[in-house]
């Protein structure tokens, strides 16, 4: 859609790389539903998880990131544009805003929007130091499959906001974000 293509163009050429496998791997049924009304065939389910070892709600939080004005909004992932980061960054509200990760919209960003706190990538310990202190997760894709940090950030005791889209849908609940 971004680029101005037919939608069923991209879609053939897809299901003609896609069912030459012996197996498409997925991480939800709404994805498997997807791919099956596009004539996509043979997908097996790829179970996802976290380290609950490392993401939990108690541990250490990011001072750096815990000092900010409250409440704290965070985007953790590839700054790039399929992920809507901008989006998140021009929604109005208060507290403060801050972006782990790197990508190729990274410095384009970083210029446009001084007042946000641009971290670069975290790992490890780090990462879900920066969750835990965060008042909320913004998850701004209306693209993604699945967005393995939403769950990080819930095993972290971080409710989400997303967009009601697949990938969202299949991880969010009412009880965990909206």
């Given at each position: ?46 179970g ?48 403060s ?11 384009g ?70």
């Amino acid at each position: 859609a971004r680029i101005g293509l037919p939608e069923a163009l991209p879609w053939r050429y897809l299901r003609w790389f896609h069912n030459r496998a012996s197996a498409v791997l997925t991480a939800t049924p709404r994805l498997d539903a997807e791919l099956a009304m596009h004539g996509i065939a043979r997908t097996r389910r790829w179970g996802r998880g976290v380290d609950l070892s490392l993401f939990h709600p108690d541990g250490p939080r990011d001072p750096r990131i815990a000092a900010l004005p409250g409440p704290v909004q965070l985007y953790v992932g590839r700054v790039a544009v399929e992920k809507n980061v901008e989006a998140f960054l021009d929604a109005p509200g208060p507290g403060s805003k801050v972006v782990v990760g790197d990508g190729p919209a990274l410095a384009g960003l970083r210029a446009k929007y001084p007042h946000v706190l641009f971290t670069g990538p975290k790992f490890g310990a780090d990462l879900a130091a920066a969750y835990r202190a965060a008042d909320v997760f913004v998850f701004p894709s209306r693209t993604d499959t699945f967005g393995l940090v939403m769950a990080e950030a819930l095993a972290c005791g971080v409710p989400v906001a997303a967009f009601p889209v697949p990938g969202p849908r299949d991880v969010v609940t009412e009880e965990v974000g909206a």
